[in-house]
Every structure is written in C-alpha cells, then in structure tokens.
C-alpha cells in the first residue's frame, strides 16, 4: 500500500469491498491525512472506483468504529472534530446543543455568589444598586474548552440557584425547577472577535483562532430577567437559520461595537417580524 492516498481494492479478494474501504480508511485517518478535511461520499466513490453502496457500508463501519460522525445530507468529519451548531431564532440552551451533538457537557463553575452590578443592572431595567445573582462558568465538551459563560439574574428571583450544581445542568432547567420560571424570548447579539491572550488561554486556542462573542438579553413575559455574555471557540461552533419565502429572516449589520477589542464590526440577528 502506498503512505498516502487511497489503496487500490482488489475485486479477486475475498474481503468485501467495503471491507477493504473501511481498512484503508482507517489507514489513512491515522496517518493523519485527513487532518484538515474527511472527503465526502462522491470523492470516495471516485477515488475507489466502487458503488455508493460500497462507501455507505465502509463509512458506517467507520462512525460504529467512533472514527467518523457521518449524518444524512452532511459531510463526513472524524468524530474528534466536532461542531456545536446553534439555531438562530430559537431559545436554546448550550448544554442541550453540546449533547445534542454527542458530546458529553461538563462545566467548571468559577463564581457562584450574589453582587451588584450597576451597568447590568441598567440592563434588566433595575436599580443600579439591585443584588444580582452571578454565575461564571467554563464550558466543556469531551473535557476540551468550548466556552465562557457569565449570567446575571436579580437575585430577588434567582437565589434559589444558588444552592444548584452547575457542574453538569442547564441554568435554564434549574430555573424552571427551582425558581418557576420559564423564560420567554429575547434578543440576542453574535458577533466575530479576535480573542485576547488571556482569553485563548482559558479556551486552550491560539492566535489561529477566532471566537464568538454572544450577548443576550432574555425576558420572561416582556420582562427583562437574563443578561448573558459568552465567548465561544469559532473552530467548535456555528450558527444556523431556518427561513422561508414568506417570513424570511434578516440579518442587521451594524457599525463598530462602542467598546471594540479588535472587533471591527458586530452582526445582529432577530428572529423574523
């Protein structure tokens, strides 16, 4: 066999075969040529002159193996690549789309405590001196960083949250479970950054690597009740929209952020009106 490249598969063999693609697969995934990028489905039927049957059958042997996430209408990718895809015009919840996307969700909880913070307290409509609830977190997906997450909810309300374990839940279940409430809507603000030092440093990347920077304001019936700001790795994460011909969806590009950190320009997205 060669070092790199697809084998030639012997149709004398009694090896099936998408036996024999399987194999050499696996061959040339630890050989690291596919560092960059799986190939896709009509590539591999190309490159191994064999059926699309053929290569199905080698790349479920290989998602069985772990080796692969291969879905329906998606490329294939090696599993320790990962995406964490979020939608746009929906409330949703991190720690759902990291298990929904296979991967287990751990969280190192950094503060956890009760304080006051006038510029977001503005921010909920509330009284500069309101107590806030606070919680800071590092988001984790198969123990690799993924994001950092900090909350802020009046503490009028959310108290109760601080007798909850952050470690492994979703701030919005234990809302519901431990405070009632279940949050409504909001609006929410995605915009590309240039992380700083210390920032790639909490999220283990270097300076190859963008990130997201997110900030939500959610409410609960027309009441604003969580201010969130999160920074997302850019090379485990992607945003989605679903539209239509009626409804549509719009995209708002704004000017300069007004306290820019390298950030040229931010992006705001709503939901349809």
């Known amino acids: 066999?060669?070092?790199?490249?697809?084998?030639?598969?012997?149709?004398?063999?009694?090896?099936?075969?998408?036996?024999?693609?399987?194999?050499?697969?696996?061959r040339r995934v630890e050989t690291g040529e596919f560092a960059t990028a799986f190939p896709g489905e009509l590539v591999l039927i190309e490159q191994y002159a064999v059926s699309r049957h053929t290569v199905r059958e080698a790349l479920r042997r290989l998602r069985d193996d772990g080796v692969v996430v291969a879905e329906r209408?998606?490329?294939?990718?090696?599993?320790?690549?990962?995406?964490?895809?979020?939608?746009?015009?929906?409330?949703?919840?991190?720690?759902a789309a990291v298990e929904a996307a296979g991967q287990d969700q751990h969280s190192v909880v950094r503060r956890l405590d009760v304080r006051a913070d006038a510029v977001v307290a503005v921010r909920l409509g509330l009284e500069e001196s309101t107590p806030l609830l606070y919680l800071e977190r590092l988001r984790l997906a198969d123990g690799q960083p993924l994001a950092v997450d900090r909350v802020w909810l009046p503490a009028q309300i959310a108290a109760p949250l601080l007798d909850a374990d952050f470690t492994h839940t979703a701030l919005y279940t234990e809302l519901a479970a431990r405070c009632g409430i279940r949050l409504t809507g909001g609006r929410e603000n995605i915009r590309a950054v240039i992380p700083?030092?210390?920032e790639r440093t909490q999220l283990g990347i270097d300076d190859t690597v963008a990130a997201f920077a997110i900030e939500r304001l959610s409410e609960h019936h027309g009441r604003p009740l969580e201010w969130r700001t999160t920074?997302?790795?850019?090379?485990r994460f992607s945003v989605t929209a679903a539209f239509t011909a009626r409804t549509g969806y719009r995209l708002d590009v704004t000017g300069p952020a007004p306290r820019p950190r390298r950030r040229p320009h931010a992006a705001t997205l709503t939901e349809p009106r």
């Open 1 to 26: 066999m060669s070092e790199s490249g697809p084998a030639r598969v012997d149709r004398a063999s009694a090896l099936p075969l998408w036996a024999q693609v399987h194999a050499d697969l696996r």
């Open 73 to 95: 209408g998606r490329q294939p990718r090696l599993a320790g690549t990962a995406e964490i895809e979020q939608p746009l015009g929906a409330l949703y919840s991190l720690f």
């Open 196 to 198: 700083t030092h210390a």
């Open 231 to 235: 920074l997302v790795r850019g090379d």
